[in-house]
């Protein structure tokens, strides 16, 4: 690897000199030997050391990306797509202002902390977060962190924030749709459902929209389940079977996706045998057949406004509403047939 002596030995200068160029202090450097040691650079693919940069000034200019949430089958925590642009963007958000990401998976408490040890991070987004010892962990932290879709009650730390969404919103929207569509027995797919979790809060939209329209809750119609192919393609063979089922709702898109091939293999008809509408408005929508009707939420101003409320908490900025949620809305496709009264 080359080092700054490499390429002070290269011009002819002092090591300080090189260093300083390479750190804009260059001001009593002249400009021949300043474009001398740039050359130098190229040539010889110096990379500047992070880790040494961040013992100096002690910022390592790395944020971390952790998901608290464990994936099934040891499939990635980007497997899904909307995580995969939400994510995307987080990093071109980040790059733009001269940060690095780093992505993990913690499990414990003591997993984080040992992390923490270990890495010099300036700030940490978090997903999958919830009311327990683990968030309690998150206050003793100093340093800058945004939670994205988390329900907990206690955030008034000045090192917290939060960007979440029309949760409960979304799933009364997509389950009212359906209903005014004439479909009354409705299936409510998901992953694993945690209380005060933003699958929890899609349930109760889920919920509150078949009460309005007195149509009672059914919990054998509630199908919880992980999100990857094989799973989602049996549990759209399940639902087909159900001869009562004439639409489902489904917290994910890639579930949703899972589901309506799944229904389709069984030989049924999406729409005509059963609808599907989806959640999040993902790419895939628009490619499936029938195209996927669904509740939109922007991936990439979500991730856009996180960063942004992370590099106001490392600028020492004043903050003074420390939580956003995004608004969603629903997009009419083809997959939702509406029935003959």
């Known amino acids: 690897m080359t080092t700054i002596k490499d390429i002070a030995q290269a011009v002819g200068v002092s090591c300080t000199t090189v260093s300083n160029v390479i750190h804009g202090r260059s001001g009593r ?7 001398r040691i740039n050359e130098a650079i190229d040539r010889l693919g110096y990379v500047p050391n992070m880790s040494a940069r961040s013992l100096v000034s002690s910022s390592s200019r790395v ?11 040891n499939e990635s925590i980007v497997a899904d797509p909307f995580h995969s642009a939400f994510i995307g963007s987080i990093e071109r958000t980040l790059s733009n202002n001269g940060y690095y990401l780093m992505l993990r998976t913690v499990k414990t408490t003591s997993e984080l902390l ?64 359906l209903i005014e569509h004439g479909h009354k027995n409705i299936a409510f797919a998901s992953p694993p459902i ?34 990857d192919v094989d799973t989602t393609l049996e549990l759209g063979s399940v639902i087909a079977k159900h001869k009562d089922i004439t639409a489902v709702f489904s917290t994910a898109d ?39 009707t669904t509740i939109h939420q922007d991936a990439s101003l979500k991730g856009t406004l996180a960063v942004d409320f992370l590099m106001d908490m490392l600028d020492k900025k004043p903050i003074k509403d420390r939580e956003i949620i995004l608004p969603i809305k629903l997009v009419e496709r083809d997959s939702v047939k509406k029935l003959i009264s």
């Open 194 to 227: 945690r209380d005060h979790g933003v699958v929890y809060e899609r349930l109760q939209g889920y919920k509150n929209a078949l009460s309005e329209a007195s149509i009672p809750f059914r919990p054998d119609l509630v199908f919880e389940r992980e999100l």
């Open 114 to 177: 040992s992390f923490l040890r270990n890495w010099n991070v300036d700030g940490l987004f978090f997903t999958g977060v919830f009311q327990d010892e683990f968030f309690q962990a998150l206050a003793d932290i100093d340093i800058p962190i945004v939670l994205i879709d988390s329900y907990v009650t206690n955030t008034n730390h000045s090192n917290i924030c939060n960007i979440g969404l029309e949760d409960y919103k979304g799933g009364y929207t997509a389950t009212r749709y």
């Open 29 to 35: 450097v002249s400009a021949e030997t300043i474009s």
């Open 254 to 292: 890639i579930m949703a996706v899972g589901i309506m091939a799944g229904i389709q293999q069984s030989g049924k008809s999406v729409p005509n045998d059963i609808s599907v509408i989806g959640f999040d408005n993902i790419n895939l929508c628009r490619l499936t057949s029938p195209n996927l």
């Open 63 to 73: 944020i971390g990306v952790i998901s608290h949430l464990t994936p099934h089958n």
